[in-house]
């Protein structure tokens, strides 16, 4: 069972920056794609970015690509989401998530709400 713990979320005007970090309980982190999501008010959890084992292959959301940048760090089993030139349709609650394969997402925590000011 891997516990994700999600933080860095909270209030940020518009065309700001914030990193989101998640830590995970695992100590085969490194066996894992990680990934994070986001649902926004009334709206479904959609994808934002995943990164594979190593972090040598990454992958974004049309909306989100060239604004956020997802890497890992192994040997402190965390993910993080750079998120710069913030918009209010950012605003939403950000989750991290784990997984063997890019469509198996088997674990996941309990999300940090990012709110984004005009």
């Known amino acids: 069972q891997v516990q994700l713990v999600e933080s860095g979320g909270g209030l940020v005007q518009a065309g700001g920056s914030l990193r989101l970090s998640c830590v995970a309980s695992e100590r085969t982190f490194s066996t894992y794609f990680m990934g994070w999501f986001r649902q926004a008010p009334g709206k479904e959890r959609e994808f934002v970015a995943d990164i594979t084992y190593s972090g040598g292959n990454t992958g974004y959301a049309d909306s989100v690509k060239g604004r956020f940048t997802i890497s890992r760090d192994n040997a402190e089993n965390t993910v993080y989401l750079q998120m710069n030139s913030l918009r209010p349709e950012d605003t939403a609650v950000y989750y991290c998530?784990?997984?063997?394969?890019?469509?198996?997402?088997?674990?996941w925590g309990k999300g940090t709400l990012v709110t984004v000011s005009s």
């Open positions: 998530a784990a997984g063997r394969t890019r469509v198996s997402w088997a674990y």
